[in-house]
Structure formats: structure tokens, C-alpha cells
């Protein structure tokens, strides 16, 4: 079997503070007109990071390499690089046959292009004639469930229909190579599940597949190989179960509460994250509790304009897996014709007692709006906001009593029994 991708000493220094340049015509005018009305504000002393430095790994032909680590290691500039979005300060990468990727919205498409015009363009740029598109066209657009958006330019898709049409692309074009960024984190419950049907029958075509994910269950699902990348260099290199276990004992940082200044908070014009915070029932901060216990998660964010926007949590173990998804609407259409005035709101979800089984726990925090003809617009998504960990006592009042061993499942939930003789004469 071949190489398919080879990195030798890949590099990349960024400016901080700066933009990477990717080359398009709106980019190149937006720099133009930031240096015209840029303030001098004196002499000072540039400051520059390594996001990238001294990677080298070989994939071989057909190989599926997932790529893990925590928010700014470096995972994201890697696929840029090989996806020949931006460039390496140093070093160099090799890659055999027709890449494909599915990055982080905003890269891939053409945004004044209606969907169908993007699919033929990215089949085109592939080197696949219109007769290979035209074969390939009904079932991208099926699988994507956009038929009624398909001839509506993507720049008036929301986040997740993006990504959708994206990956529904990205994955039935023919490609020898497919690199695949936080896919499996996006979109309803629905829709990841055929996102990994569509990557069972990716692997079994024997294309090469870079993922990046927090997704531990998918990277242990599909990767037979894992590569984890902390503060730009390669960490560990090998058998994906091994490097999964590393990463979640050094890299799985726990805390509890995430807070923002108003020029800094993730958001839009329309409502920002103030912050996110993990709490007892006395209102403690805390990071570690006992399953017999209530979990309160508070949630703080601005409205800065009217706009129907409410809070949704979606809680994953340190696996990777997603525990549950909860709104802090209680009617999902409803919600749409709910209008918050400008101002700033606290939505506080409780987490019932006896419910989760022992381990580690990401919150990941998103500010919705809910749209009433079309998908939900996302406001604010951030992953991994705050974590906790639970602890499941040995004793009678918990669910694993004075059982000391460790149980299958996604939850520990305490449930009521009763036992009783229905007839005693059965056997007389």
C-alpha cells in the first residue's frame, strides 16, 4: 500500500492578532480597506505563534487517521494546510490524488453561488466532468435534505444547512482523499446518524480519511490509527484506543465556569454569551459531584437587539458521546414567536440527582434562534464551555449500592422496583 499523505517538519507561524489571508478577492479588498481607515497607533513589537511545528507523519493508501486534541492545538491549521487553504511557514506536504475537505463554515464554498451551482463547482474543481456530477447530484441533495434550498445561494443558509450540503458533497464526490473537520458535531441527531452511515460506507470504498474531532466515540468507531497534536507538535502517534486514553487523562482540563467581556463574548449583533457556569444547589461553583446530587448549569447572555433566541445545552461524557440535549424552551416551534427585549437574562437548567453514571462531562453551550419556516440559526456555539465530574457512591441510597464494579451505559439512572408474588398456588 502507498503513501497517500506525507508531512515532513510542517510549520506555521501566525501573527497574533492578524488574519490568515486566504487568497480571495473579498479578502484582499477587506485588508485594503482596514490599512485605509487603521489608526496609527505608534511603533510596537509584533508578536508571533507557532501553531504548528516540526509535524511529520506518513497515511497510508485507504488508512483513516483521526486527528484529536484540545481548542487551539494546532488540528484545524494542519487540515488547512494540506487542504491547500493557506500555506507552511516551513516544511512541506506531499498528498496523492483528489483531496476533498469539509472544513469549518465559511471555507468551500462560494457564497453568492445557489447550492447547485456549489456542488458543480466543487465537483469541477475535483477534475469530474458534468455527466460524474449529474450521477452523484439527486443523491447529494437527498442525503443533504435541502431540495427546497438547492437553488437558493448558501449565503442565506443557516450554520447547519451548510454544513449539511457540505458534507453531503464533500462525501459522494469522488476523492481518494477526504479531510473532515468537527463534521460529526454538527446538525440534529438525525442527521449525524446518516453522517455515520455515509462514513461506514466511506471506509469500506478504502479512501484515506483525516478526521478532526472531540467526538472520542466516533474517532474510536472509524480510525484504527490516532494522532494527538498539543501546542502545535505531534504528542502521540499510534493505536487509536491508546492515544484516545492519553488524551482524556492529560489534555480532558476541567472547569466550571467560562466568562466573557462583552467585546470579547462569543455571539453575534443579535446576543452574546456572558458566561457559563457549574453549581450545587447552595450556588457553589464546583467541578466534582455526588450522583445523589442536583447539577445546576447557569447560563448568562445579552440581547442586544429583539430577537427570539433562547439557550440549548448539549452535555457529552468524556467519550465523547452525548448524554442529552436540553432547551430551556419548552415548546420548540413555540419558541419562535417568543421575542426577547434587549437586555441581559440568566436561563438556569437543572440537572436531576441520580441520573449519571461516574465520569468526566463537557457542556457544550449554544444560543439558538429558532427559526419558524426553516432550520435553527446559531448565535453563539461554543464546545467544551465548562466540564464537571460525577462520582457514583457505594451505598444504599445510590445506584450502584454496594456493587463496586464499574456498569455499561451512558446513564446510572436510580429506579423503582417492586417485587411481589402473584400466585403462590402456581405449583401446587
Known amino acids: 500500500m502507498g503513501i497517500a499523505i506525507k508531512t515532513e517538519n510542517l510549520s506555521k507561524l501566525y501573527k497574533i492578532g492578524r488574519r490568515e489571508p486566504y487568497g480571495a478577492l473579498r479578502d484582499v479588498i477587506s485588508e485594503g480597506i482596514k490599512k485605509i481607515f487603521k489608526k496609527n497607533s505608534g511603533i510596537h513589537q509584533e508578536k508571533y505563534i507557532w501553531t504548528l511545528k516540526d509535524v511529520s507523519f506518513e497515511v497510508k493508501e485507504g488508512e483513516i487517521v483521526g486527528i484529536i486534541g484540545r481548542n487551539g492545538a494546532g488540528k484545524t491549521t494542519l487540515l488547512k494546510i494540506l487542504s491547500r487553504i493557506t500555506y507552511p511557514t ?15 463554515v465559511g471555507i468551500g464554498f462560494h457564497p453568492e453561488l445557489t447550492g447547485r451551482e456549489n456542488i458543480y463547482l466543487y465537483g469541477t474543481i475535483l477534475g469530474m466532468k458534468k455527466k460524474e456530477i449529474d450521477k452523484k447530484f439527486d443523491e447529494i441533495v437527498d442525503f443533504s435534505g435541502l431540495s427546497q434550498f438547492i437553488d437558493t445561494p448558501v449565503k442565506y443558509y443557516s450554520s447547519g444547512m451548510y454544513v449539511r450540503l457540505a458534507f453531503a458533497t464533500a462525501a459522494h464526490l469522488q476523492t481518494d482523499i477526504l479531510l473532515i473537520d468537527e463534521v460529526l458535531a454538527v446538525g440534529d441527531v438525525g442527521f449525524q446518524r446518516k453522517c455515520f ?13 483525516l478526521v478532526v474531532s472531540h467526538n472520542m466515540e466516533a474517532i474510536l468507531r472509524f480510525c484504527s490509527r490516532a494522532i494527538l497534536i498539543d501546542k502545535g507538535k505531534i504528542i502521540k502517534d499510534g493505536n487509536t484506543k491508546e492515544v484516545v486514553e492519553e488524551y482524556l487523562k492529560y489534555f480532558s482540563e476541567i472547569h466550571n465556569f467560562r466568562e466573557w467581556s462583552f467585546d470579547e463574548a462569543p455571539g453575534s449583533e443579535f446576543a452574546k454569551l456572558k458566561s457559563v457556569k457549574i453549581k450545587d444547589k447552595n450556588g457553589n461553583q464546583k467541578n466534582s459531584f455526588d450522583s445523589r446530587e442536583p447539577i445546576f448549569v447557569e447560563v448568562e447572555y445579552w440581547i442586544i437587539k429583539p430577537k427570539n433566541i433562547y439557550v440549548s445545552i448539549v452535555l457529552q461524557n468524556q467519550m465523547g458521546v452525548i448524554v442529552f440535549i436540553a432547551s430551556e424552551s419548552s415548546s420548540y416551534f413555540g419558541r419562535a414567536y417568543k421575542i426577547l427585549e434587549p437586555g441581559l437574562y440568566r436561563a438556569v437548567c437543572e440537572i436531576p440527582p441520580d441520573l449519571l453514571a461516574d465520569g468526566n462531562y463537557i457542556l457544550r453551550v449554544v444560543l439558538v434562534e429558532m427559526k419558524k419556516d426553516s432550520y435553527p440559526l446559531f448565535h453563539a456555539d461554543v464546545h467544551n464551555a465548562v466540564g464537571f465530574q460525577v462520582f457514583v457512591p457505594l451505598a444504599p441510597d445510590s445506584p450502584r449500592m454496594d456493587y463496586p464494579g464499574g456498569y455499561p451505559g451512558v446513564v446510572w439512572p436510580k429506579f423503582k422496583w417492586e417485587t411481589y408474588q402473584v400466585d403462590k398456588n402456581i405449583f401446587a
Open 90 to 104: 516551513e516544511g512541506k506536504a506531499v498528498l496523492k490524488g483528489k483531496v476533498g475537505s469539509m472544513l469549518e
Open 197 to 209: 452511515q455515509k462514513m461506514e460506507e466511506v471506509r469500506k470504498e478504502e479512501r484515506t480519511i
